[in-house]
């Protein structure tokens, strides 16, 4: 990407970055939400051992995955329950924790997705937009013994207006046609949010549904274990046409007796 830029989590806004033709410059990035020190050192370490208790899978692009979660195709759209009894007995305090934060009132995960990453297996995962059918609109992932970058970027055409980059959360753009702007294209453009050890990232809105995630290989530099949580859609929740089967997903996904399926 030609034009790089860094999520400020003080602001809200993807900044670019230092030394390239888009400092200075910067553009509102809403849907974020990280939270750091979501557990402590002791936490992560026993939380890893508890997780590293179950047997990993070979996944793609040198990942290794265990998946709490029911067995989906989504281009069929069709899921299926057998061997899924929900998720580890060690997340419960995990997500009794998410629902103290704003913005996760409310979350009731039904699938968690661990993946563990390696710079001697070239770890990496491409940029990809979650599954909207069944997963809804809060995706929540935990950030475990290394520090890395998620990488945020948009495969459309158009352009991106930027304006000076902000002091605070509270500036706004001018709507004086004397403010100074600056349009780049879309694809070009690669927002970079660093997530520390021990954090929590939540994606909702334009980050959840228009901005792809990636996690590069040249971020992986030390054993990192991410676990990411999703809930239910619409569809399957109460009201929606699949309540039913969305209410006895739930119900087992919190029953917290799961083994990796």
């Given at each position: ?29 809403p ?39 029911p067995k ?8 299926k ?9 060690f ?33 990496a995962?491409d ?16 950030n ?18 930027l304006?000076?980059?902000p ?61 990411t949580?999703?809930?239910?859609s619409?569809?399957f ?25």
């Open positions: 990407k030609a034009y790089r830029f860094l999520y400020c989590p003080d602001t809200g806004w993807a900044v670019g970055a230092e030394g390239s033709d888009c400092e200075g410059w910067a553009f509102p990035f849907g974020v939400t990280l939270i750091e020190d979501f557990l402590t050192p002791q936490e992560e370490a026993e939380l890893v051992r508890l997780m590293d208790q179950d047997p990993w899978k070979l996944s793609q692009s040198g990942r290794r995955k265990q998946d709490y979660g989906v195709n989504f281009r069929k759209q069709k899921l329950i057998a061997g899924f009894q929900g998720l580890p007995s997340s419960r305090e995990v997500v009794r924790r998410m629902g103290i934060y704003p913005g996760l009132e409310g979350f009731q995960p039904v699938e968690q997705c661990n993946l563990d990453y390696s710079p001697e297996r070239g770890s995962i940029p990809h937009l979650d599954d909207t059918w069944l997963w809804g609109e809060r995706l929540v992932s935990l475990l013994l290394s520090a890395t970058v998620v990488s945020m970027s948009r495969d459309v055409p158009g352009t991106l207006l304006r000076s980059a002091t605070t959360g509270l500036d706004v753009f001018s709507d004086s046609i004397a403010a100074p702007s600056k349009s780049v294209p879309c694809q070009e453009v690669e927002v970079a949010i660093a997530m520390p050890r021990c954090s929590l990232l939540v994606l909702t809105g334009a980050a959840r549904h228009q901005w792809a995630h990636a996690i590069h290989r040249r971020h992986i530099e030390a054993r990192r274990v991410c676990a949580f999703r809930e239910l619409a569809e929740q109460p009201g929606g046409k699949q309540q039913e089967l969305g209410r006895e997903l739930l119900q087992m996904a919190l029953s917290f007796q799961g083994r990796p399926v």
